[in-house]
């Protein structure tokens, strides 16, 4: 989403990095870009006005003028203040009651995916030890139920299943009376929403929290809708009271302005978004992470955790055994590619790297890991672990197995002998420090 944006600000710091000093008048023209670069991605206007202020003010400081490397000192105040303006010390936990079950209502405008988030913050509650109940309060919009039965038994979560002929409050009700007698300690109700704000909708949903007494009122908001997001969490604030936010589609083409003017405008806190369609995809919000992904500074922690659950740590310990035997073959090196499509679009992985923010899936070529994977699985195993005996021939008949050409398949032995010769040398170089070799075991 933060593409356009992330070039334009990198570019702003790479012309201050060849600025011996800062002066205010350098100053005010990387300012000005920084102005038209956020305002360009849809971030609101007095946002923009009182971020540029603080960071005005802290950049002509004694201690930035003094520095030795003055253009980093700007570049980490408009970190720090970039992240302090999405939440900095807001990790994103979700407040439970002290007697379950803990009731959470998502509310927003209709389309904004509410019922697709309740399946995933489900999941996600699920998986970190919690027994959801999720109960569709929908009765407006059509199979809006059977959206919530489907989507929730495909991640296997319980769904309060009703005809939808009661009143959405009776409904909320009965969700927690169910909660209570089969031993869920979350209740997530999906509210209805509307294509606009009116008062008979802020009405029911009223009426819903007080019967419930949620702990949490998380608001939904499609990001793609940029500045009405912002406008439609501040009229849902003032009549609800918001206790969080759950940005959808954070991994569309959207400019992203409302990820940056939501938590401002509102004073509530981004929880978790939504980066992907399946259910997985969908984690807790991290700003300092976000705004290092934004400046091309990388978010390190975030790959190392999409590692960490795509890796199994038996086959990262048998795939060092092998690696240190020089038992490494192609069948081990499509393995590894099937496990690194786990973590997402490879674009989405390489913006997690310092530097690398602004490199496009087509940049990448996601379809090239799965025409590897198709031409290594026309092989035959003893091809796999030993690919010198791919003679002419065989070569041939793995192309027609593969829908491949030959020339792919030599681009791809010699990219892999390049591979082992890498992987040999690194090997070679930590056995003389006594180490482990790097990301395979602890």
Known sequence: MFESLSERMQGIFRSLSGQVRINESVLSDALREIR???????????????????????????????????????????????????????????????????????????????????????????????????????????????????????????????AGDLDPVAIARNGVLEARRSGYDTVLVDTAGRLHIDDALMDELGRVRSAVEPVEILFVADAMTGQDAVRSAGEFHRALGLTGIVLTKLDGDARGGAALSIRHATGVPIKFVGVGERPSEFEPFHPDRMVGRILGMGDVLGLIEKAEEAFDAVEARELERKLRRNEFGLGEFRDQLRTLRKMGPLSSVASMLPGMGAVREADLDGDAVARVIAIVDSMTPGERDNPQILNGSRKRRIARGSGRSVPEINRLLKQFAQIRRMMRTIRSAKGKRGARLPFFGR
Do not use: C, N
């Open 36 to 162: 038209v670069a956020l305002l360009e991605a849809d971030v609101h206007v007095g946002v923009v006005r009182a971020l540029l202020e603080r960071v005005r003010a802290k950049a002509l400081g004694e201690e930035v003028l003094r520095s030795l490397s003055p253009a980093q000192m700007v570049v980490k105040i408009v970190r720090d203040e970039l992240t302090d303006l999405l939440g900095e010390g807001e990790p994103g936990r979700l407040k439970f009651a002290s007697r379950p079950p803990s009731v959470m209502l998502l509310v927003g405008l209709q389309g904004s995916g509410k019922t697709t988030t309740a399946a995933k913050l489900g999941l996600w509650l699920k998986g970190s030890g919690r027994y959801p109940l999720l109960v569709p309060a929908d009765v407006y919009r059509p199979a809006a139920i059977e959206q919530l039965v489907r989507v929730g038994k495909s991640v296997g979560l319980k769904v309060l299943e009703h």
